[in-house]
Structures are given as C-alpha cells and as structure tokens.
C-alpha cells in the first residue's frame, strides 16, 4: 500500500490510534487504522526457542476455558492493548468459536464507573446487539419485572411493557443518558445497584442463555466472547478499588467469557492468584537497560529490537524521510512505547514544518524531546521526584501507592525474566540531584 511521501503524509499515517481488523474502512482521516501496518512485536525467546506473546496466551485459555473464563490484559498506557484486542476479535479461531460482542468503556465514564454500572453496560451491550433475536425470546422478559421493580424504578425510569423489546432498548438509552449527564443520579444508581446486583447478574444470566439458544439455532457459533477496552482508563484510586478489589467478584460473576483491559497500577495483590494467574500484560519494547548511576537514557540504549521500530516505520514511511537517528531517539525517549513514540514524531514533524523543513533530523526530534520534557514535569513536586528517583535507583516501587505512577505513565513496568521498573527517560535528567540525597545516592 502507498507510503507518506512527505511529512503531511507522514503525520496523518502516524496516527497512534489503534489498528482497527474488523470494520476498517479506508477512509482519508482513517489510514492510519489500517490492518495493514500491523507489526508483530519482537518474539520473547528463551534459550533462542520463541515463546508465546501474552495475547497468544489469552487466546488459547479462551479456547480452552469454560463460561466462567474471564481474563485480564494489562500494560502500560500506549502499549498496544486495544490494536491487541482488536487483532485478537478478528482471529480465526476465535471467530469460528464464538460470537464476539466488543465495547468500550467511554471517556465521560472513565472517572465515575463503578461495578453496578459496568454490569449495566454489559447487559446493554448485549441487549443491543442481538435486539431483534431477543424479541423473539423469553427468558430476559421474565427477569425485567424484577429489574424494574428493583433498578430502574427507583431511579425514575421504568419499562411499562416487559414484552416490549423496543420500549426496553429505550429505556437502556435514555438511563445511560442520564448517567452521563447527571451526578445525582449516577449517586441513586450506586446506592441502588449496591443492593441489586444479583438480579442484574441475573438479567445478564437470562440475556446470555436466550443469546446463545438464538444462535444455536440459527447454526452460528453459540458461545459469546465480550471484550471490554478502555477499562485500563479508569484511574482513580477509589473508582480502582471498588471495580478491582471491594467488587472484583461482580465482574468474574457473569456466565460468559470476558477480556478487560485492567489498569496497569492494579496488581492483584493479596490472597487472589486465581486472578492473578488469568492476568497478562503487554510490557513496552525494551529498548534500555538498567541504569541506576546514568541520568542519559541515550547512554543505556539497547539495540538488539530496534529493528522493530525500524520496520514499524518502514511500512508506512518512505525511505530516507525520516533519519535513522531521528527513529531511535523516539524509540529511546517514549521507553519503548508504541503510542510515545508516534507522538514524538508527529510533534517533531509539526516543528518540521513550522520551520519549513522537508525531512525530519534528528536535531527536530530533540526539539520534540524538549517539549515532552517541559509537559511531563508539570504538575511534578518534591515527594514525586523522590519516589521517582528511588525507582530509577533501585529500579522497584517503594510501597503499593507509587503504583499510581504506572497508571500517570511515569514509570514503565518492564520485564527481562522477571518485573522491575524504570521512570519514564523523559523525566531522568531531572532525577540526577535528587538520587544523590537518597542513601547510598
């Protein structure tokens, strides 16, 4: 497929948003969505024998998994979890086996989701896709009385006609509508639904066996698959805690496989290692080594996957637009993440063009550097460049709570046989006197 042949090309084609394998249409604002440049990430090996990615992982305890499967794919803000998702939607395997119903958390829920909310958009999901079979079935018409009676009613909202599939589809729009719009009643909802979850998970029961005869019958493959994208943007502590500890047991309880993405800062901590053991994580690509003692990221480079980003580049970029050097100063300073490292090229290319530059150099690129800098320290204060320094020194956190910085995309969480950390190399210049007051600095 074409390449940018300049930079107002290149710009548009780097567009970090996710590569889209079901519905891509090739539409101008769109390119850079296409299937087409996908490019696998470097092989984790062991003893030179390839090793299986963490999403090949979670495809194959899908496929062998039961209705109670439900897994979790974390990793660092930008590293690729929804093109993942979207690529794992799309296999065959998985297409042959199940009906996959994906959605995504939106941006307006992001700072207000909780658990009874969540098993709301689940059933709402559901409910919409497969409306017109649902019309025709009976088991969910049974539960909606309760649903009423114990949900809605309480909030204002009511299906007066629970043989009415449209009138509840209306319902389902018009409560997200005043969930998104109205804090009162999105604190009615959670006092509610505090109390009514089981018939909720029962309303989602009755949905998923009326879906799943539906497609049984209509010789389709009868079992659901649900990914649920962009649950990782939920970022608050408390929003955290009630989704991922205090409620965890909602989101394993409904009889159908789920896929979440999972916040990078939630760990999984305490007595859950069933959790835990369902929980796979897309790590940055390591382009830097330890470097406790070095404050010069470019001085702890490691090469060996740099060809990664060379032919990332390649198949959308042509030759000898963008300077190697340019190419690996990205790589260097976004820490191996995919989404940093476009940004750092489309900002260096905005200053390319401000300056009526036809080629991006490395010296634009350090301009981009720069500005990343200034944006990322803002906000930073003295307790912060001390936990950040002790990262950087030690390469661990110092207690649960520096977790948040994973979640700020301050700190990568990494991996080379086993999981240490590292401060984003934008922020190491500024960690040099700081490292120097802690003991043994």
């Known amino acids: 497929m074409p390449r940018a042949t300049t930079l107002q090309e290149a710009y548009r084609l780097l567009d970090p948003r996710p590569l889209d394998f079901l519905d891509f249409q090739p539409t101008g604002k769109d390119a850079a969505k296409n299937p087409a440049f996908y490019t696998p990430p470097p092989e984790a090996q062991d003893d030179g024998a390839p090793l299986p990615g963490p999403v090949a992982l979670l495809r194959r305890s899908l496929l062998a998994g039961g209705h109670e ?16 998702l979207s690529r794992l939607a799309a296999n065959g395997e998985i297409q042959k086996r199940f009906k996959v119903v994906a959605f995504r958390i939106e941006e307006h829920e992001w700072a207000t989701i909780d658990s009874t909310q969540l098993l709301f958009r689940l059933a709402g999901e559901l409910f919409d896709r497969f409306k017109d079979a649902l019309a025709k079935q009976a088991r969910w ?12 009613e309480k909030v204002g909202l009511r299906a007066e006609d629970g043989a009415s599939s449209l009138e509840f589809s209306l319902l ?6 005043e969930l998104k719009f109205s804090d009162k009643v999105r604190q009615q909802f959670r006092a509610v639904g505090e109390t009514s979850q089981s018939i909720l998970q029962d309303f989602i029961k009755a949905l998923v066996d009326d879906i799943e005869n539906h497609l049984a019958e209509a010789g389709e493959p009868d079992q659901l698959l649900v990914l649920v994208d962009d649950l990782d943007k939920v970022r ?6 009630e989704l991922f500890e205090r409620n965890l047991n909602a989101l394993l309880a409904p009889p159908l496989r789920i896929v979440y993405t999972l916040p990078t800062g939630v760990a999984f901590a305490g007595n859950r290692p069933d959790v835990r053991a369902n929980t796979h994580h897309l790590y940055p690509v390591r382009v830097l080594g330890k470097a406790p003692k070095d404050f010069n990221p470019e001085d702890a480079f490691e090469d060996e996957r740099f060809g990664f980003f060379m032919t990332l580049i390649g198949h959308r970029i042509e ?27 489309r ?10 530059e036809e080629k991006l150099t490395a010296t634009l690129l350090r301009y ?5 800098q200034r944006a990322e320290t803002m906000g930073l204060y003295s307790p912060d460049y001390e936990a950040l320094a002790h990262v950087h020194r030690t390469n661990q956190l110092r207690s649960p709570a520096d977790r948040a910085y994973l979640d700020q995309a301050r700190v990568l969480e990494c991996f080379n046989g086993s999981v240490w950390f590292e401060v984003s190399p934008l922020l ?3 960690l040099k006197d700081r490292a120097n007051d802690e003991p043994g600095g």
Do not use: C
């Not at 009385?145 to 114990?150: F, I, P, S, T």
């Not at 389902?172 to 509508?177: C, D, S, W």
């Not at 963008?322 to 090229?345: P, Q």
């Open 69 to 84: 499967t439900k897994m979790f794919l974390s990793g660092h803000v930008g590293s690729g979890k929804s093109t993942e």
């Open 141 to 152: 018409k049974k539960v909606l009385k309760a649903l009423n009676d114990r949900l809605f």
């Open 172 to 177: 389902v729009v018009k409560l997200r509508t």
């Open 236 to 241: 608050g502590a408390e929003e955290q805690q």
């Open 319 to 345: 030759e000898g637009l963008i300077d190697t050097e340019a190419v690996r100063l990205s790589a260097i300073y976004s820490g191996g993440v995919l989404r940093d490292f476009f940004r750092l090229l």
């Open 347 to 356: 900002d260096a290319i905005l200053i390319a063009e401000h300056r009526e």
């Open 368 to 372: 981009a550097v720069k500005n990343a």
């Open 428 to 430: 190491w210049p500024f």
